[in-house]
């Protein structure tokens, strides 16, 4: 069912990670992911694999939800995997070889890496940010840190605030694609069924009620908008400020630990467990 | 005869995740067959889960679901031949619309069923009568409508399809009351003509009693209780303790009684107040 897509959806809870500020989330989630990618040397891959389960366990979301949000992304997966496995070419004798078709210790090595990193990527940007950070906030840290840029007459409130409301109405946007895939199904529509071309056309019952209703609900939204007497950015005060906190100085140091350990591992130890390659 | 039940059905969604929620725990319900039968309960008691699991649109984790005493799972690839017995309108069903006139939206339904043309044509022009479209609206395109004219053309959308088993899911929501009494009129009617067994999900204790023959009461995903008015109508203080309660009229009439008036109980529309009213008027 369409509810079963888990990316980039919060669940609440109340952990370190849930605790802390979104602008270090995001800032920390940067760190993340680029030494993610700077990590070269076997041992360092294993560091960021146990590093992420380590972000997992504190985070203290469920394993499962985390492996569903892969699931939208194996394609890709497999796509990676395969062209490093076949368009590698290493030195030495191939492991298989067939025709054109040769295969490489080092492609494979290369294959099971780069799906190790892009689901290591995943989960960990999942846990720091979307599902441990309600979008708002997640928006809001977003604006807070991006602030310097309107001296540059950036509008970052209103590219912030349409990401808020985008992100506001993708529940509301899957939940009402959901009700019209039923009532369409309740009138005998088949989406499950015959080539692509058929099911794309069975799907024009669903998506021209949502376009009709998208645009309503954007010209009520417009007009609940003006009724507040919403006019971006100008004299706008906020409810709750943002503080950085000891969490969030916890969370930094962690980051920046992880960093420093990827580094030192790519430096002092790059050939341990390396098979040869 | 029974025309669905449901036998010991548990629904829970989102299974397995912190937003798990029991939606119905061990309901069994049946609706009998020839009738308008009413399912009334609150917001959140699991009326629109229940009315989904009838058709098919929802599988019950377990229990079963019995068309004429035939499992619907049976066949699991055969489901829309289900969906076309039983016929479910939506809540809100104006929103579903997409044809670029009303006569192919109507017609969506039995063309899928792979009737032909001949057949589709009688049958769009016999629900558009039963739900009170003009046949000048037909081909215009559901887009121009008023709000009314809507939810009528999207009534006809599945009343088309000739299902042995209507359902609708709250069909008046949001009409003023000259559109209920039609809406409900034309429901009425296409039962009457057809005699096939029609169920009303409804929050409106006045429309089920006005309407329907038999009650059948959910609270909380739990079945509260279930029968014909002149029973469920007895626990007045029960049903008012949910927030649900009796008609006003029922409620007034046994104000009424109370008050020392000797009037007949089973009393649920204003129509038969007035005549019972009257009656004991004349007799004193």
């Given amino acids: 069912m369409i509810k079963d897509i888990t990316l980039g959806q919060f669940f609440p809870g109340d952990s370190l990670l849930h605790r802390a500020d979104p602008r270090m989330k995001i800032i920390t989630a940067l760190i993340y992911i680029v030494f993610v990618f700077v990590a070269k040397a076997t041992l360092a891959y294993l560091f960021v694999i146990l590093f992420t389960l380590f972000l997992v366990f504190i985070s203290r979301l469920r394993f499962r939800i985390i492996l569903k949000a892969l699931k939208p992304v194996i394609f890709i997966m497999v796509f990676t995997a395969f062209f490093n ?31 190790l990193r892009v689901a290591c990527v995943l989960a960990g940007s999942c846990v720091l940010l979307t599902y441990t950070t309600s979008p708002i906030a997640l928006t809001d840290g977003l604006e807070r840190l991006l602030a310097p840029l309107k001296k540059i007459h950036l509008p970052v409130h209103e590219f912030s605030m349409m990401m808020t409301i985008a992100l506001r109405f993708i529940p509301t946007l899957v939940e009402e694609t959901d009700k019209i895939m039923s009532a369409q199904k309740a009138r005998g529509a088949d989406f499950s069924s015959g080539g692509i071309i058929k099911r ?34 100008k004299g706008r005060t906020r409810m709750t400020t943002l503080r950085y906190s000891m969490t969030d100085l916890a969370l930094l140091l962690l980051l920046l630990f992880f960093g420093a350990g990827v580094i030192l591992i790519n430096i002092f130890l790059p050939h341990i467990l390396s098979f040869g390659i | ?80 031949d289900v969906r076309f017995k039983v016929g479910l309108v939506f809540q809100y ?21 792979g009737l032909d043309a001949q057949e589709i044509d009688r049958r769009v022009k016999s629900a558009a009568q039963f739900v009170g479209l003009d046949e000048s609206l037909l081909v215009k395109s559901p887009f121009e409508l008023s709000g009314g004219q809507k939810r009528r053309v999207a009534l ?87 927030g649900l309660g009796v008609p006003q009229i029922t409620r007034f009439i046994r104000m009424l009684r109370d008050a020392g008036v000797e009037l007949r109980r089973d009393i649920y529309t204003v129509e038969d107040a007035v005549s019972a009213i009257k009656e004991y008027a004349g007799r004193r």
């Fill in chain 1, 200 to 233: 794309a056309k069975a799907l024009l019952p669903v998506l021209i009620p949502l376009f009709a209703s998208s645009f309503r609900r954007a010209s009520e939204l417009a007009t609940a908008m003006e009724c507040r007497c919403y006019r971006g950015d």
């Fill in chain 1, 85 to 115: 496995i076949f368009w590698t070419r290493g030195e030495g004798e191939p492991l298989f070889s067939y025709g054109i078709i040769r295969i490489y210790k080092e492609g494979i090595w290369f294959a099971v890496m780069m799906v």
């Fill in chain 2, 93 to 113: 069903p104006e929103y579903q619309l997409f044809e670029e006139t009303c006569e192919k939206d109507i017609a969506f339904g039995p063309k899928n069923m």
């Fill in chain 2, 156 to 242: 006809a959308g599945i009343m088309a399809m000739e299902p042995e088993v209507l359902i609708l899911d709250e069909p008046a929501a949001g009409l003023d009351p000259i559109g209920r009494e039609e809406i409900f009129g034309g429901i009425r009617s296409y039962q009457r003509s057809r005699n096939n067994t029609v169920i009303i999900v409804s929050h409106s204790m006045e429309d089920v009693a006005a309407y329907c023959d038999n009650i059948t009461v959910l609270s909380e995903g739990k079945l509260f209780m279930s029968g014909s008015c002149a029973e469920v109508f007895e626990h007045e203080s029960e049903l008012t303790e949910m």
């Fill in chain 2, 1 to 80: 005869m029974k025309a669905l039940e449901l036998i010991d059905i548990v629904y829970t969604y989102s299974k397995n995740t912190p937003f798990e929620k029991t939606a119905l725990d061990k309901v069994s319900v049946s609706f009998e067959a020839g009738r308008i039968n009413g399912l009334i309960g609150h917001t959140g008691s699991g009326k629109s889960t229940l009315v989904q699991m009838m058709n098919g649109l929802l599988r019950p984790d377990s229990g079963e679901v019995l068309l004429f005493g035939k499992s619907i799972w049976e066949e699991p690839k055969k489901i829309r």
